[in-house]
Nanobody, 122 residues
Framework: QVQLVESGGGLVQAGGSLRLSCATS????????MGWFRQAPGKEREFVSA????????YYADSVKGRFTISRDNAKNTVYLQMNSLKPEDTAVYFC???????????????WGQGTQVTVSS
């Protein structure tokens, strides 16, 4: 079966760093857009970043631009989100998704992981 499994979340102080991983299995996502979304308590799931497996194209939400970096390792079928200079407002459950046609809209994503909690303390 198709699986996306996030890992790497945890508790970190403001200004610290975390690297999230999204391990994929069950199919190839070479033609897909891979995205990171986050959802804080009481809020809608929001777009964070996305990458295409081909072409090196990346896109970031303004709120994380310059602090987060998305990347992928084709050999490991894994997508990463390097998060630096973390702020308390980054606290959320972070989800990895795969979309055949979409980029920033959560409803355009066909597959989702279970999420990993990121908590940034003041």
């Amino acid at each position: 079966q198709v699986q996306l499994v996030e890992s790497g979340g945890g508790l970190v102080q403001a200004g610290g760093s975390l690297r999230l991983s999204c391990a994929t299995s069950g199919r190839t996502f070479s033609t897909y857009v891979m995205g990171w979304f986050r959802q804080a308590p009481g809020k809608e799931r929001e777009f964070v970043s996305a990458i295409r497996w081909s072409g090196g194209w990346t896109y970031y939400a303004d709120s994380v631009k310059g602090r987060f970096t998305i990347s992928r390792d084709n050999a490991k079928n894994t997508v990463y989100l390097q998060m630096n200079s973390l702020k308390p407002e980054d606290t959320a459950v972070y989800f990895c998704g795969a979309s055949k046609y979409g980029t920033t809209g959560s409803r355009d994503y066909d597959y989702w992981g279970q999420g990993t909690q990121v908590t940034v303390s003041s």
